[in-house]
């Protein structure tokens, strides 16, 4: 056995590929972070700030649709790519300093930064499963795991780099972005990294014609129908709650899902995954029903369903991509992914701007309630999943 392929080496590399994960995905949510400060400052409006996150679902979707039909995550180099989309969302958001905060430009940086992520979220899954043999959840759950930590972490750099004002987040997540980039050269693919295809576009389809795939998509999409709107809106939501800074706990809420994607993936290796991803999205939707009804009872009750919440919302998204590996065709996985992602993100853009609808007719109390719909239908299509997946 190869010093590589041997447990130690496996769990080196896996190490090495979580920790650029982390450290790429600090871009994602660098402008949410800065929101808070910007209100204050009056430089955005509620709606500028709504406008900051989708613009980078809606690049990432952008990304994920190209690689998607050019099956860039089957035909190219994968780490080759990473680096290069790593330091692209690097300079697009070091570049957000020197731009007005909600303007043309700093949407476009924002849109430039999402797109970068489709060389990075999706084809840094593709690496893992390429590891896989029997934990499968588990190496996917440590992928999705750091996704949620490094999603988390623009929320801690203001509180870290004080006096700086709203570039803070920028600053911060764009110089860990260009070092998670370049961490991706000291990882090695494992032994099941699947060929490279040829050029076939219409494969792209088969995400729709393969019912085990369409069920899996469903609840994916059920899944981010909750996530990143909850994510995007958590911090205003603690901003109003709290007396004292929000940025902690809004980084815990986001980094519970860290520990949460690692159990979860444990449990869906010796479990049904479907029905792991099911029971996840049913506490979930009941936390998005409960956190505003919580505030007004009690500033720490709201924190503590939140934190259930955030510990929850994200533990079951690696077993979507899971089961997309498991049933998908071995050369087009990367591909498969890519679909996925792109509907999710897609989908995002529009519960992002859903939510500052839902305060303003119905008040933080049952703003997040429009959230609950989605993972509550997800659960009922991985339920229907789970006896299409192999045992």
Not at 52 to 60: D, P, W
Not at 307 to 336: E, H, K, N, R
Request: net charge positive; with cysteine.
């Amino acid at each position: 056995m190869s010093t590589a392929a041997s447990p130690s080496g496996k769990a080196r590399h896996l190490a090495v590929l979580c920790a650029g994960v982390v450290l790429c995905l600090s871009v994602w949510f660098a402008g949410t972070a800065a929101v808070p400060d910007l209100l204050a400052a009056g430089l955005i409006t509620r709606g500028d700030a709504a406008w900051l996150t989708a613009s980078v679902q809606l690049g990432f979707v952008a990304g994920t649709l190209v690689s998607a039909v050019l099956s860039l995550a089957d035909r190219r180099d994968p780490r080759m790519l990473f680096l290069a989309c790593g330091l692209l969302a690097s300079s697009a958001t070091l570049a957000q300093t020197l731009v007005a905060p909600s303007g043309a430009a700093a949407l476009a940086l924002r849109f430039v930064a999402g797109a970068a992520m489709a060389g990075v979220y999706p084809v840094g899954m593709k690496l893992a499963a390429s590891w896989a043999k029997g934990d499968l959840g588990l190496l996917i759950g440590l992928l999705v795991g750091a996704v949620s930590l490094g999603s988390a972490m623009p929320h801690l750099i203001p509180s870290l780099l004080g006096g700086i004002g709203w570039q803070a987040a920028y600053l911060g997540a764009g110089v860990l972005a260009a070092a998670g980039g370049l961490s991706i050269l000291a990882f090695r693919p494992g032994p099941l990294l699947g060929a490279r295809p040829p050029f076939r576009p219409a494969q792209a389809l088969e995400a729709w014609r393969n019912k085990g795939l369409r069920y899996a998509n469903l609840g994916y999409l059920g899944h981010m129908w909750e996530l990143y709107a909850m994510w995007a809106w958590i911090g205003l939501f603690f901003s109003g709650v709290l007396a004292g800074e929000a940025g902690p706990w809004t980084f815990a809420v986001m980094a519970a899902g860290a520990v949460s994607c690692v159990v979860a993936g444990l449990l869906a290796d010796r479990w049904n995954r479907a029905s792991v991803a099911a029971l996840c999205m049913l506490a979930s939707g009941t936390c998005a029903l409960l956190v505003g009804p919580a505030a007004a009872v009690a500033p720490w009750l709201a924190v503590a369903v939140a934190l259930v919440w955030g510990f929850t919302v994200v533990a079951d998204s690696a077993q979507f991509s899971a089961c997309i590996v498991t049933l998908s065709p071995p050369d087009y996985v990367g591909t498969m992914l890519t679909v996925q992602t792109s509907l999710g993100f897609l989908l995002t853009a529009g519960t992002i701007a859903l939510v500052p609808l839902a305060i303003q007719g119905l008040g933080w109390n049952w703003a997040f309630a429009v959230l609950a719909p989605g993972p509550l239908l997800g659960a009922w299509a991985m339920w229907r999943l789970r006896p299409l997946l192999p045992r």
